[in-house]
């Protein structure tokens, strides 16, 4: 049986989501996980959490009360989509000992600071509790709601890069900036590297959380922070830090498509491995059209000029989706976009996805060295 390990636990009064993915070391034979007893409190857990597993596959999970009292346990019965696994939830400090799990505080305010519903996070240890080492920590900034076939099959957008991109050890926290949940300078501090996601809306757009968004973005550049941009996120970078961004004049930009690495990405510390061209899922119709002032362009491609750019070693912009899978494409295809685009546009989609599939194991291995500034 694989062991658990919990990346991050969300509540709120109607919905309870637990982000599971499989760790390389068993830490019990009956793998347990220990989150916040306050999140996971009786009176206020939904019948559902969604278990997210690995990079690719996650399953809806029934829960069931098995004893008395608010600090309690509760079985996690799931479905054969993820191999029958059947794992134990305890809920409060009393298991900490027996469990082998260290508890760690999210940085979430409302759980953290306030001790009501929010963010918190646990990672596996290898038996008893560690407090010797800091685990490395990063934050999340999601910028819109994913699709229900998104969140159903991986989580949601925040989910598919915490699965993407995390490791035993560390410490994932998700912002749902497009609510106006965001990391007070205090904690801005407190995370090694930050990833921002795409959106439905428009990185130009005048709404009040993504002017908020532009400021934070600025201060995490002024402290080379790790930053990690991907399509919203790669435009509202360059907005924030003095670029032009604005509609494709080409208009929907949704498929596989091949982009082409110039010679400065290859100057970068984390192009070691890379071949010069790469193929990357993508579904936009906005683009960077001016990068900004010191920023250096690190991709193109025939229908889209400005395809990835960094600044310096601390912030990497990417237009494309390295998270996505191809079935996230098809749905927004059939779905959400399917009003809006032109019967040309989903013809070239959907013959771009029949030409092959993206180079995801290399964005991987790529997003992963940038982020954590190292080669593995």
Known sequence: MACLRVLRAYANFDTTRMLLSKSSRCCSPSPTALVCGRVLEPDRISRFVT?????????????KRSSGGVVGSWDLFVSPKLDAVRSKVSVGDKHLASSGVRHVSGIGRSCAEHGEMGSTSAVAANGGVETAAKPRRYAVLTTGHAPPYCVDSYGGYGPMFIAMLSEPGEVWDEYFVLEGQFPSPEELQMYDGFVVTGSRHDAHGDEEWIEKLCGVLRHINYMRKKSLCVCFGHQVLSRA???????????????LREISLTNAFFSKSYAAGVPPKLKVLEVHRDQVMEIPPGAELLASSGRTGIEMFAMGEHALAIQGHPEFFEDVVVDLLEGRLAPMMTEAEKKLAEESLSKGKPDQKTWYQLCKTFLKGRNE
């Open 51 to 63: 278990l997210v597993s690995g990079a690719r596959s996650s399953v809806r999970a029934g829960l």
């Open 241 to 255: 830090l003095g670029g032009k961004t604005g509609r494709a004049p080409i208009g929907w930009e949704v498929g």
